[in-house]
């Protein structure tokens, strides 16, 4: 089975900075994708970032690109999302996900999802 957790939301000011960190357990020898997605009360999901299995692919959203890094560690078995310059628009429940051997950004590509992580941006 696999299985994703989330950490590192919170509160922050406007401009601030925070680091999400999603743990991945999955079979050894998986090769998958991870993307970060978030969602605000009342408003879809909507993509965030992606990287591949290699790390060696990324892709951004818009509302994020220039701001925001993707990584990972596969040695711990952990991808980051690194984001600066928050706004309050910023403020939802993020998501890791993963299952898709391609980084893709729509959610119903991803099979396995965490339980997401709060981040709330102050003005």
């Known amino acids: 089975q696999v299985r994703l957790v989330e950490s590192g939301g919170g509160l922050v000011q406007a401009g601030g900075s925070l680091r999400l960190s999603c743990a991945v357990f999955a079979p050894t020898f998986s090769r998958y994708a991870v993307g970060w997605f978030r969602q605000a009360p009342g408003k879809e999901r909507e993509f965030v970032a992606t990287?591949?299995?290699?790390?060696?692919?990324?892709y951004y959203a818009d509302s994020v690109k220039g701001r925001s890094t993707i990584s990972r560690d596969n040695i711990k078995s952990t991808v980051y999302l690194q984001m600066n310059s928050l706004k309050p628009e910023d403020t939802a429940v993020y998501y890791c996900?993963?299952?898709?051997?391609?980084?893709?950004?729509?959610?119903?590509?991803?099979?396995?999802w965490g339980p997401g992580t709060q981040v709330t941006v102050s003005s």
């Open positions: 990287i591949s299995w290699s790390g060696g692919i990324t």
């Open positions: 996900a993963t299952g898709t051997p391609n980084p893709r950004y729509t959610d119903a590509e991803y099979k396995y």
